[in-house]
């Protein structure tokens, strides 16, 4: 299975944008679902997770602002970013694994950029 992040793009601070990340098989086959984000000079930083049955968990950079979720009939995990910071920028990825295995290998990334 592979998975494919899109929607990103520019927009101003305080603004909304919704990444998508489709996965080219059945994304319920995964455990954990998760998002990251990769600032230049930085190490990727995970945002966020969601698992098989719904439950999600965030970072703390992004907790209360950014939501997780899920279309099993679409085999496509979503990020909803909200209320969007300049230190949001970066290149957003998706990831996913079943418990105890290993990420699968990264897929390209979609840019976002938040100007002030």
């Known amino acids: 299975v592979q998975l494919q992040a899109s929607g990103g793009g520019s927009v101003q601070a305080g603004g909304s944008l919704r990444l998508s990340c489709k996965a080219s098989?059945?994304?319920?086959?995964?455990?954990?679902m998760s998002w990251y984000r990769q600032i230049p000079g930085k190490a990727r930083e995970l945002l966020g997770d969601?698992?098989?049955?719904?439950?999600?968990d965030y970072s703390s950079s992004v907790k209360g602002r950014f939501i997780i979720y899920k279309d099993n009939a679409l085999n496509t995990m979503y990020l909803q970013m909200n209320r969007l910071k300049p230190e949001d920028t970066g290149v957003y990825y998706c990831?996913?694994?079943?418990?105890?295995?290993?990420?699968?290998?990264w897929g390209q990334g979609t840019q976002v950029t938040v100007s002030s």
């Open positions: 990831n996913a694994r079943k418990i105890g295995g290993p990420l699968l290998s």
């Open positions: 098989g059945s994304v319920s086959s995964f455990d954990v």
């Open positions: 969601i698992t098989s049955g719904g439950m999600t």
